[in-house]
């Protein structure tokens, strides 16, 4: 029992964990200016993606190079980065349910005769 735990310990967790990085928190900021917006504010969907994308800029590669250059292996800077990325700019997954039909849409044809 104790064997197994420890293998999902060590194997299991993210690489960064090891080196004690902090998680990459981004503020949110006012559209087009540099003033970070109260927690009761709510963006559109459009301005979230832009705050996500102006983070990604000017604070997770920030603080990528600052985690290569404390002398973390850059392969875990790298995964953290990665992490960022997939739980804050995924696109839209399509929900549709797996085994379930769906009607396709009606297209016209145009055939040119020459």
Same mark, same amino acid.
């Given at each position: 029992? @104790?064997?197994?735990?420890? @293998? @999902?310990?060590? @194997?299991?967790t993210p690489d960064y964990t090891q080196y004690n990085l902090e998680q990459i928190d981004c503020p949110r900021w006012a559209p087009g200016g540099v003033e970070i917006l109260p927690m009761n504010v709510t963006l559109s969907p459009q301005l979230k993606l832009q705050n996500a994308m102006r983070c990604y800029c000017q604070v997770v590669k920030a603080k990528e190079r600052e985690c290569v250059r404390m002398g973390v292996p850059t392969g875990a800077c790298k995964q953290r980065t990665a992490d960022w990325v997939e739980e804050n700019l995924k696109l839209n997954q399509n929900t549709n349910q797996d085994n379930v039909l769906m009607r396709l849409p009606k297209r016209n044809l145009i055939i040119n005769e020459y």
């Open positions: 029992m @104790f064997y197994k735990w420890l @293998f @999902f310990l060590v @194997f299991m």
